[in-house]
């Protein structure tokens, strides 16, 4: 079965405690990016990679890295989060070019105090 | 440039009711249209897609009509259901993918 996990699914920390967000895929896909969902604003996407070792920054990428050392896998981090990076974060990931459906995992909800 | 706007901001309708959500671009590099539908707790899936290369997509009771000249398409729902009720995302992407940009969707509810 095609599957997106994130992990944590849900989050509570405090403002300058780093943490990472982790992302998994097993379906080979070359693409994969990352996305927050706030009300009003639907998904903005905060960085994407086309392969491994390539990423590029989306719309809303300010206080956010990312990884890609593996084709699965690819994290989020947040070096030193702040309360308006409180949020609702989704993985995607997508074969070959536009044409092809994006499959999201189920979400991370994060909290920063 | 970058941007999709998307109406409503949310729509109810009776069961059986024709929904139609609207979207316009401005970016003619765009050239892939997709629509995804959210329940709660969930990510989004894709719905339907549209290229522009055509005017009307139908998949059962999904329909996009895509107008390619006034950059703007919409998604119909025929017989809407109770089970529709969801928020609905449309996106636009250029060919390669890399600018993928999303509305800010339409929570829909179906009444039974």
Request: net charge positive; proline share 7%; hydrophobic share 30%.
């Amino acid at each position: 079965e095609a599957q997106v996990t994130q992990n944590p699914r849900y989050l509570i920390t405090v403002t300058g405690k780093k943490l990472t967000v982790t992302c998994s895929q097993n379906m080979n896909h070359e693409y994969m990016s990352w996305y927050r969902q706030d009300p009003g604003l639907g998904l903005r996407q905060i960085y994407y990679s086309m392969n491994v070792e390539v990423t590029d920054k989306g719309d809303v990428p300010e206080g956010y890295k990312v990884s890609r050392k593996e084709k699965r896998n690819f994290p989020l981090i947040l070096e030193s989060p702040s309360p308006n990076q409180t949020s609702l974060y989704f993985c995607a990931t997508r074969g070959g070019y536009s044409n092809q459906p994006q499959h999201f995992g189920d979400g991370t909800r994060l909290s920063i105090l | 440039q970058q941007q999709v706007k998307q109406s409503p901001q949310s729509l109810i309708v009776q069961k059986g009711g024709i929904p139609i959500i609207n979207c316009a671009y401005e970016n003619t590099a765009f050239d892939y249209f997709p629509w995804y539908q959210q329940f709660p707790g969930k990510g989004p899936a894709l719905l339907i897609a549209i290229r522009p290369d055509v005017s009307e997509k139908k998949e059962g009771r999904f329909t996009i009509s895509f107008n390619k000249s006034a950059k703007q398409f919409s998604l119909h729902i025929m017989d809407s259901q109770p089970g529709d009720s969801a928020t609905y995302f449309c996106a636009a992407s250029d060919h390669y993918g890399q600018n993928f940009v999303f509305g800010p969707g339409t929570r829909l509810s179906v009444l039974p």
